[in-house]
Protein backbone atom coordinates (compact mmCIF):
# COMPACT_ATOMS: atom_id res chain seq x y z
CA UNK A 1 0.00 0.00 0.00
CA UNK A 2 0.78 2.99 -1.05
CA UNK A 3 1.24 6.00 2.13
CA UNK A 4 0.38 8.99 -0.25
CA UNK A 5 -2.86 6.43 -0.22
CA UNK A 6 -3.18 6.13 3.11
CA UNK A 7 -2.95 10.27 4.18
CA UNK A 8 -5.55 10.73 1.24
CA UNK A 9 -8.21 7.94 2.43
CA UNK A 10 -7.61 9.53 5.83
CA UNK A 11 -8.19 12.66 4.49
CA UNK A 12 -11.28 11.70 3.24
CA UNK A 13 -12.45 10.25 6.11
CA UNK A 14 -11.77 13.03 8.68
CA UNK A 15 -14.06 15.70 6.25
CA UNK A 16 -16.80 13.20 5.67
CA UNK A 17 -17.13 13.06 9.24
CA UNK A 18 -16.82 16.63 9.71
CA UNK A 19 -19.63 17.10 7.51
CA UNK A 20 -21.83 14.28 10.15
CA UNK A 21 -21.94 12.45 6.10
CA UNK A 22 -22.44 8.23 6.09
CA UNK A 23 -20.57 6.66 3.56
CA UNK A 24 -23.75 6.03 1.42
CA UNK A 25 -24.32 9.97 1.30
CA UNK A 26 -20.43 10.59 0.56
CA UNK A 27 -20.62 8.36 -1.98
CA UNK A 28 -23.59 9.39 -3.87
CA UNK A 29 -22.55 12.94 -3.49
CA UNK A 30 -19.23 12.26 -5.37
CA UNK A 31 -21.08 9.54 -8.01
CA UNK A 32 -19.34 6.69 -6.42
CA UNK A 33 -20.07 3.47 -4.62
CA UNK A 34 -20.32 3.16 -1.29
CA UNK A 35 -17.47 0.26 -1.45
CA UNK A 36 -15.33 2.03 -3.56
CA UNK A 37 -15.26 5.03 -0.99
CA UNK A 38 -14.69 2.81 1.82
CA UNK A 39 -11.64 1.38 -0.21
CA UNK A 40 -10.43 4.92 -0.73
CA UNK A 41 -10.80 6.27 3.32
CA UNK A 42 -8.90 2.59 3.66
CA UNK A 43 -6.29 3.51 1.74
CA UNK A 44 -6.50 0.41 -0.41
CA UNK A 45 -7.46 2.36 -3.99
CA UNK A 46 -6.08 4.94 -5.42
CA UNK A 47 -8.27 8.26 -6.61
CA UNK A 48 -10.04 7.29 -9.77
CA UNK A 49 -8.72 9.31 -12.83
CA UNK A 50 -10.91 13.20 -13.33
CA UNK A 51 -12.76 13.11 -16.74
CA UNK A 52 -11.42 15.83 -19.19
Known sequence: MDYDNKI?????HYERQL???SID???EMLDMA???LGLLERG?????PLPI
Do not use: C, H, S, V
Open 8 to 12: IGANI
Open 19 to 21: RNM
Open 25 to 27: EAA
Open 34 to 36: PFF
Open 44 to 48: QREKP
